[in-house]
């Protein structure tokens, strides 16, 4: 029998996310491809550091430890590497415990054909074409920031996965943002008060937190394995739509913060999030001096 994917968490990483390969796409970027596999190959007995989304990687995979929830993960690595390179990667995955034994292994090309094929639920990759590629598919993803692990990250409880997302271009469409930009920050907010009874549009994460929310209800509140939290530069009276939205799409947010234009860099240390999403670099750059923090590029107007 074919092994099905259709009830598991599919998260794709690509192998400069898991690991810190910072040196090595140096030499990819000065000396080309094949320096880079000569280089790999040369070293593929050492094992590699981790990366920024190690963190977030080891502790979905630690769901799978819970009674009951055996195999609900599956993590995919899914790399732009040949399979004559890779075995460094595998070497340090080996190293490291984590139970992942499948890869996409695309020698140079694009990721984007195997993303629906693996029915790909959160991608996480360095590489912003791929990344781009999967946001306009209709796939959660995230262009990872940084290139090292965050320690506390791997010291925090895995046991309990902290989430964290922007709302506008994120869990939602970005209408609203469009409006905040074009018109600035009155319209905006003369147009959440008009909607705040019409739910905000889906954005390219509202699949995944509906999908995580699912997962959370096989848990009674206090033992669920994940936590999620919503931190975004709205504030009163914009609040009022989002909450509405959360609630006509029946998901569940632990934890709120309309923090209307306070950095928000402090409030995700304190909430000790193993990952956070947001479309402004603006945000996830200093977001990512404290916690792993990925960027979710816009849709491509050519694909909307």
């Avoid at 139970?99 to 693996?118: C, H, K």
């Avoid at 998901?251 to 402090?266: M, N, T």
């Amino acid at each position: 029998m074919a092994y099905d994917l259709e009830k598991r968490l599919v998260i794709g990483v690509s192998s400069r996310a898991l690991f810190d390969l910072s040196k090595e796409n140096e030499i990819f970027e000065t000396q080309g491809v094949e320096a880079y596999c000569k280089y790999q190959v040369e070293h593929e007995n050492e094992v590699l550091q981790p990366g920024p989304g190690y963190a977030i990687i080891k502790a979905l995979l630690n769901i799978n430890r819970l009674p009951g929830q055996e195999g609900r993960v599956e993590v995919i690595v899914m790399s732009r590497n040949s399979a004559d390179s890779s075995l460094r990667v595998f070497n340090s995955i080996n190293h490291y415990g984590l139970d992942i034994s499948r890869a996409v292994l695309a020698s140079g090309a694009s990721l984007a054909p195997y993303l629906n094929a693996f029915r790909t639920d959160l991608f996480l990759s360095a590489y912003e074409d791929d990344v781009q590629s999967a946001i306009n598919g209709g796939i959660a993803a995230g262009i990872i920031c940084g290139d090292g692990i965050h320690v506390y990250s791997c010291e925090n409880d895995l046991d309990c996965i902290r989430i964290a997302f922007d709302g506008d271009a994120v869990l939602f469409g970005d209408d609203s943002e469009k409006i905040y930009q074009e018109h600035g920050l009155e319209a905006f907010e003369e147009n959440e008060r008009e909607n705040a009874r019409n739910p905000l549009s889906a954005g390219p994460f509202a699949k995944f937190l509906k999908t995580i929310s699912d997962l959370q209800r096989e848990f009674p509140p206090e033992k669920s394995p994940i936590r999620t939290a919503l931190v975004t530069a709205r504030s009163a009276p914009a609040h009022e739509r989002v909450i509405r939205t959360l609630r006509a799409w029946q998901v569940r947010i632990d934890e709120a913060f309309f923090l209307g234009g306070i950095s928000k860099r402090d409030v995700l240390e304190a909430f000790g999030a193993h990952i956070f999403f947001d479309d402004q670099a603006v945000h996830t750059t200093p977001a990512s001096e404290v916690v792993p923090s990925a960027r979710v590029p816009y849709r491509s107007a050519i694909n909307t």
